[in-house]
């Protein structure tokens, strides 16, 4: 059986690189990207304490980790891009 919660992290991560990107293409610094994505994180840590079953500590934790995550991801994909750019 799927675990919800392990469902709705990831689609939190895909959403918050999503977010991230448009805010970059908007003109967001680099060097701010990480501090919008770790806010981002706590932003949908809300969400778990209040509709799901889960403590402050909990909460805050998952959404730390999703920020984290989201972080790296977006700039780990990108420099993998960049990388088999400059080989071909």
Request: aromatic content about 12%; proline content about 1%.
């Amino acid at each position: 059986m799927i675990d919800l919660e392990i469902v709705s992290g990831v689609s939190a991560i895909a959403l918050i690189i999503g977010l991230l990107e448009i805010a970059q293409r908007a003109g967001l610094n680099k060097k701010y990207v990480p501090f919008v994505s770790l806010a981002l994180g706590l932003l949908t840590s809300i969400g778990y304490f209040y509709f799901g079953n889960t403590t402050w500590f909990e909460a805050i934790i998952t959404g730390i980790m999703i920020g984290l995550c989201a972080t790296g991801v977006c700039f780990g994909g990108r420099e993998m891009v960049d990388a088999f750019r400059k080989q071909y």
